[in-house]
């Protein structure tokens, strides 16, 4: 009596886990399409406060932004002024960036599920 009911309860647990997995499967795949970010280039100049090598030739750069201008092009900007960011850059810089000032065009780059902001062009201006 006693092994029948451990079974009926291992039963029941596997009919409960599959039924989970296959909700979460179903839900996931019953959410709409991935949409890609806007276009949202700006060119900013900041001071930098944080350089890192991250992955082979990519850096990241932590940026006090000073001033933001959007490019005609793509007018939107999700970059303001004062704000401290975080982005991804290929550029070829030295270590003794930090501290000094950069002007760089600044896109978002992804959809809604994965999202990166990287700098391109990158200038350095000096302190």
């Known amino acids: 009596m006693l092994y029948q009911k451990a079974q009926w309860i291992g039963l029941s647990l596997a009919v409960l886990a599959l039924l989970v997995i296959s909700g979460c499967i179903y839900a996931r795949s019953s ?13 900013i100049t900041g001071r930098v406060l ?6 082979g030739d990519q850096k990241t750069l932590t940026v006090e932004v000073l001033t933001v201008d959007s490019l005609a092009a793509e007018p939107l900007s999700f970059v303001s002024t004062g704000q401290v960011i975080e982005a991804i850059t290929k550029a070829n810089l030295s270590t003794d960036i930090v501290g000094q000032r950069v002007r760089a065009t600044a896109r978002w ?6 999202q990166k902001l990287w700098l391109y062009d990158v200038e350095v201006l000096g302190p």
């Open 31 to 43: 959410l709409p399409p991935e949409a890609p970010i806007a276009p949202n280039a700006s060119v």
């Open 50 to 55: 944080q350089y890192q090598v991250t992955l």
């Open 109 to 114: 780059t992804g959809d809604e599920w994965d």
